[in-house]
Every structure is written in C-alpha cells, then in structure tokens.
T-cell receptor, first 114, second 115 residues
C-alpha cells in the first residue's frame, strides 16, 4: 500500500522567507511523487513531479523538491515566499500499477505574512 | 486552465435526491478520475475510467456510480443523497496508464451542497 504524510496542516511564513512543506511517503515499490497546489475555489495544479530521474526536481513558480530515499521524503521548498504562494499544497504518490492511482496527503495550507 | 471542464459549477439539492456531475477531459486524454474533497476526509479517490472501461475503484459508495462515454466524457451519478455527501467533486484526466505515471490534470470542480 502506498501513502503520503504531510506534516503540518498549516504553515505560516513571512514574505521573502524560505518555504518548507514536508511530505513523507510510504511505498513498497519505487515511488512516483507529485506536488500539487490548490488556490481558493480552483482545482489542483501540478507544481512538479519525481519520476526516478534527477532527485532534485524543479517546478513552476520557483518551487523545487528533493527526493531522499533514505529519509522517504519529498519536501517542497521555495527560497523566498511571495504573497501569491498562499494556497493549499498537496503531496501525492503513485505507482505503475493498473490505473496509476494517485494517493494524496491531507494537504498543507500555506499562509504568507506581509 | 487545465483543459478539463466540469459542469455544473455549483449544485444544491435535497437529501434523498439524485444528481449527475459531468466531466470532459483534456483533448487527447483517455483516462478520467473522480475525486471527492471534503473538510474531514481530504481528497479521496473515487473511481477511474480508461477509454470507456472502469480501471480502478477507490472509496466509492454503492450509491455512487460513474461511466465514461465513447466521446470520453464522464458522468458521476450520486443517488439517495445524504448531508454527508456535501463536498467538492473533482474530475481529473491523464493520457492514460504509463510507467512512469502521467500527471493528472484537474478540473475546477463541482461544489455539491445537500440540504
């Protein structure tokens, strides 16, 4: 069975500060990992994905994530937070099974303080 | 804009009723996924179709059913609605199964309120 755990349902950072959103995965096979962002009243938008190529993955809007197998982690970072980054962020794990089902974490709400 | 469309945007109905949610995938995508998002349950996978066939089932209640039509649009039918069914229902689409998995593109969602 595959699952992800997002530590911290709410994270607040000051504008210009480092953003760090945590995601740990559990998987019996090599995982494929994704980060999605959801802005208020909108659907989910793909930020970045790890598919076993480079362990450091760069995404849109200045976000990146590093796959660390030894720590079973895939934390999302951004060097300098912007007000427009305020949103809900979801980590997801998938497999190469029958339907490529995605298993989403419970989400982390990011607040950016001016 | 992800290219995935969902109708209606909002739906208000009474307990015991039946509703149908519609989804059109991105052009070229053959897989459609349905998710339910609620405050207490988070984002729950319901069901997936690939090229008209059911491919995977998640936490979908027996009162719910779905299908994918030859033109690849999909409908999610919710019947005998209960207050607890109030949620955001998302549709997502992808090219199809693959190794590595293709990303899923999400629609804007349908907000269902059961009164």
């Amino acid at each position: 069975a595959q699952s992800v755990t997002q530590l911290g349902s709410h994270v607040s950072v000051s504008e210009g500060a480092l953003v760090l959103l945590r995601c740990n995965y559990s998987s019996s096979v090599p995982p494929y990992l994704f980060w999605y962002v959801q802005y208020p009243n909108q659907g989910l938008q793909l930020l970045l994905k790890y598919t076993s190529a480079a362990t450091l993955v760069k995404g849109i809007n200045g976000f990146e994530a590093e796959f660390k197998k030894s720590e079973t982690s895939f934390h999302l970072t951004k060097p300098s937070a912007h007000m427009s980054d305020a949103a809900e962020y979801f980590c997801a794990v998938s497999d190469s099974g029958t339907g490529n089902q995605f298993y989403f974490g419970t989400g982390t709400s990011l607040t950016v303080i001016p | 804009d992800s290219g995935v469309t969902q109708t209606p945007k909002h739906l208000i109905t009474a307990t015991g009723q039946r509703v149908t949610l519609r989804c059109s995938p991105r052009s070229g995508d053959l897989s459609v996924y349905w998710y339910q998002q609620s405050l207490d349950q988070g984002l729950q996978f319901l069901i997936q179709y690939y090229n008209g066939e059911e491919r995977a089932k998640g936490n979908i209640l027996e009162r719910f059913s779905a299908q994918q039509f030859p033109d690849l649009h999909s409908e999610l039918n919710l019947s005998s609605l209960e207050l607890g069914d109030s949620a955001l229902y998302f549709c997502a689409s992808s090219v199809g199964p693959g190794v590595p998995p293709y990303e899923q593109y999400f629609g804007p969602g349908t907000r269902l309120t059961v009164t």
